[in-house]
T-cell receptor
């Protein structure tokens, strides 16, 4: 298994545009979480989905949305991009929901907003 | 609200020296604490968690609820320990969600 995969690796967008980031969890994992990591900071929780339902939401504006598909892959959408959205976006998967289960992180998508 | 504080950004030691990476937390309930590590050009990965009480790669961490701390320690640092280390917290909510709150991280540099 290649582990958690994310696409694209890098992305450059202009202010006001929207972006879709994709994540494929480890086979058999049903929970996917999204984190934003701004340079010099630790990852910050955005969303968690388990069995296609939202299980947690961080303190992010409504411009951020996500969904999980029947195959447990997930998309993170960001509308009306701002310069401050430039960051590394990490996806993490785990077998099930809850702190008991180890989360496995993907390599991230580097988003640059100009 | 839950918060994790890692007061130092960088720790540089010589090989064989002891290492202590500090982590303090704020949480009203019973937290679950973790240390994650990111080696150069690799993904963020779990190093250890307090409930397992394991020693991983010679690292240990004890949860001190009185001082709200979860410092990471290793008696003799190795060059391969050089990496970025993040302390993280999860509220105990078995089956609810998997939210992790991370600190800002600390870079450990072990010199030969």
């Amino acid at each position: 298994d290649a582990g958690v995969t994310q696409s694209p690796t890098h992305l450059i967008k202009t202010r006001g545009q929207h972006v879709t980031l994709r994540c494929s969890p480890i086979s058999g994992h049903k929970s996917v979480s999204w984190y934003q990591q701004v340079l010099g900071q630790g990852p910050q929780f955005i969303f968690q989905y388990y069995e296609k339902e939202e299980r947690g939401r961080g303190n992010f504006p409504d411009r951020f949305s996500a969904r999980q598909f029947p195959n447990y892959s997930s998309e993170l959408n960001v509308n009306a991009l701002l310069l401050g959205d430039s960051a590394l976006y990490l996806c993490a998967s785990s077998p099930r929901s809850g702190s008991t289960y180890e989360q496995y992180f993907g390599p991230g998508t580097r988003l640059t907003v100009t | 609200a839950q918060r994790v504080t890692q007061p130092e950004k960088l720790l540089s030691v010589f090989k064989g020296a002891p290492v202590e990476l500090k982590c303090n937390y704020s949480y009203s309930g019973s937290p679950e604490l973790f240390w994650y590590v990111q080696y150069s050009r690799q993904r963020l990965q779990l190093l250890l968690r307090h409930i397992s009480r394991e020693s991983i790669k010679g690292f240990t961490a004890d949860l001190n609820k009185g001082e709200t701390s979860f410092h990471l320690k290793k008696p003799f640092a190795q060059e391969e320990d050089s990496a970025m280390y993040y302390c993280a917290l999860s509220g105990q909510n078995a089956g609810a969600n998997s939210k992790l709150t991370f600190g800002k991280g600390i870079t450990l540099s072990v010199r030969p």
